[in-house]
């Protein structure tokens, strides 16, 4: 070491190895915000307040079926989770805007005492040749018919109420059941 120099330590670290991780820990903190509030600012995230809020009355499916929403099938299962069972709103599918405040379907899971419980909301449109729909900066899935069971659609799963360990907009949820069910399908 130089003359005249003093090499300060701070539990055994020098000054610039503390400078550097400092740093280092100060771009993780930016980069770990920027990665929550995700890539577009937080604009998904609020879209989906908004929907959980929306959605939340249809927790009851007594509001749902008074608001339009019928059965439509089994409960379903597949790829390693299952969807539940979907309520559809007719008039909602005939009507070609996406509208986050008015899903087109609610999916629920059956419980053992014969209740309906809301896990996630969907979005769907029928296809008549356009590119796939966007909505919540996320591309819709398909199209699809479900081996002739639907007409050819995209739609977009979104696990609000019940959390995805796969992801928020994946179609499957292994943490939904359909074990309560009277009958099941599999996709």
């Known amino acids: 070491m130089a003359a005249g120099r003093r090499r300060v330590i701070f539990g055994g670290m020098?000054?610039?190895l503390l400078t550097i991780i400092v740093a280092s820990l100060s771009l993780l903190a930016v980069t770990g915000v920027t990665a929550l509030a995700g890539p577009d600012g937080g604009h998904t995230a609020n879209q989906l307040k908004k929907v959980e809020r929306v959605t939340a009355p249809f927790k009851d499916l007594r509001?749902?079926?008074?608001?339009?929403?019928?059965?439509a099938g089994a409960c379903t299962i597949g790829r390693g989770g299952a969807m539940g069972v979907h309520f559809i709103n007719p008039a909602l599918l005939g009507d070609p805007k996406l509208d986050l405040k008015k899903p087109e379907l609610l999916l629920y899971e059956p419980q053992e005492n014969g209740h309906m419980k809301l896990v996630a909301?969907?979005?769907?449109q029928l296809d008549d040749g356009q590119p796939a729909p966007r909505l919540?900066?996320?591309?819709?899935?398909?199209p699809m018919n479900h081996n002739g069971k639907a007409p050819w659609h995209y739609d977009l799963h979104v696990w609000t109420v019940r959390h995805n360990p796969r992801g928020t907009f994946s179609q499957y949820n292994p943490r939904v059941?359909?074990?309560?069910?009277d009958e099941t399908e599999t996709r």
Do not use: D, H, P
Not at 121 to 124: G, S
Not at 177 to 181: E, K, L, R, V
């Open 63 to 71: 509001k749902a079926k008074a608001a339009g929403y019928v059965q």
């Open 14 to 16: 020098t000054r610039r």
């Open 121 to 124: 909301v969907e979005w769907m």
């Open 177 to 181: 059941s359909c074990a309560a069910a």
């Open 136 to 142: 919540m900066g996320r591309t819709f899935n398909g």
